[in-house]
């Protein structure tokens, strides 16, 4: 499908780790991104790779905790999330078309999956 497809979400205690996949025809051609959005907050930028997975980019927020990657061989991109705090909490979002940190600069976007961080 074209549309990204996420998973992997759910409900995991503070320092601990979750990895989210997201599945679509189109990730070996293109850039992909991760995305979050909190409880009455904008969406925000998590990380994003590029086509060949070469070149990686985070939000300082989870600079060395989440770790970005892909296997165009299954047309997935993963996000490793480790070390995982309260504030991580929040529906993130797999995004197609860009290597970028701006969410108009993707062209698909998945439904999103929920992550939950207790404390």
């Known amino acids: 499908q074209v549309q990204p497809v996420e998973s992997g979400g759910g409900l995991v205690q503070a320092g601990g780790s979750l990895r989210l996949s997201c599945v679509a025809s189109i990730v070996s051609n293109y850039g992909m991104g991760w995305f979050r959005q909190a409880p009455g907050k904008e969406r925000e930028f998590v990380s994003t790779i590029t086509w060949s997975g070469a070149n990686t980019t985070y939000a300082n927020s989870v600079k060395g905790r989440f770790t970005i990657s892909r296997d165009n061989t299954k047309n997935t991109v993963y996000l490793q999330m480790s070390s995982l705090k309260p504030e991580d909490t929040a529906v993130y979002y797999c995004?197609?078309?860009?290597?970028?940190?701006?969410?108009?600069?993707?062209?698909?976007w998945g439904r999103g999956t929920q992550v939950t961080v207790s404390s």
């Open positions: 995004a197609a078309g860009s290597y970028s940190s701006r969410s108009k600069d993707y062209a698909s």
